[in-house]
Nanobody, 117 residues
Framework: QVQVVESGGGSVQPGGSLTLSCVVS????????MAWYRQTPGNERELVAG???????NYGNFVQGRFTISRDNAKDTAYLQMNNLKIEDTAVYYC???????????WGQGTQVTVSS
């Protein structure tokens, strides 16, 4: 059974940093494309960053060099390093795992990130 568990959310001031972690169990991580999404009330979930199983990355336009996605296959963990956080980055951040050659997608429960002064 696949489980996706995010952690690392919290409250920070504008300009601060947070690192989110996403641990995937179920022996799919090494072949999975990983992605972080975020969602605010009343809005659709939007892509923040993604990394393929081969290490290629992509980012939402709003990231503008502030965030870095990475993965550690030895730990079955994906990370999202977020720097220079802005108030508008406040959202619930979700991690998604999509194994290669599978139509299945596995989502975590989300972790809250709040940026306020």
């Amino acid at each position: 059974q696949v489980q996706v568990v995010e952690s690392g959310g919290g409250s920070v001031q504008p300009g601060g940093s947070l690192t989110l972690s996403c641990v995937v169990s179920g022996r799919i991580f090494s072949t999975a494309a990983m992605a972080w999404y975020r969602q605010t009330p009343g809005n659709e979930r939007e892509l923040v960053a993604g990394v393929t199983n081969g290490g290629r990355t992509n980012y939402g336009n709003f990231v503008q060099g502030r965030f870095t996605i990475s993965r550690d296959n030895a730990k079955d963990t994906a990370y999202l390093q977020m720097n220079n956080l802005k108030i508008e980055d406040t959202a619930v951040y979700y991690c998604k795992a999509k194994p290669k050659l599978s139509q299945n997608e596995y989502w975590g429960q989300g972790t809250q990130v709040t940026v306020s002064s």
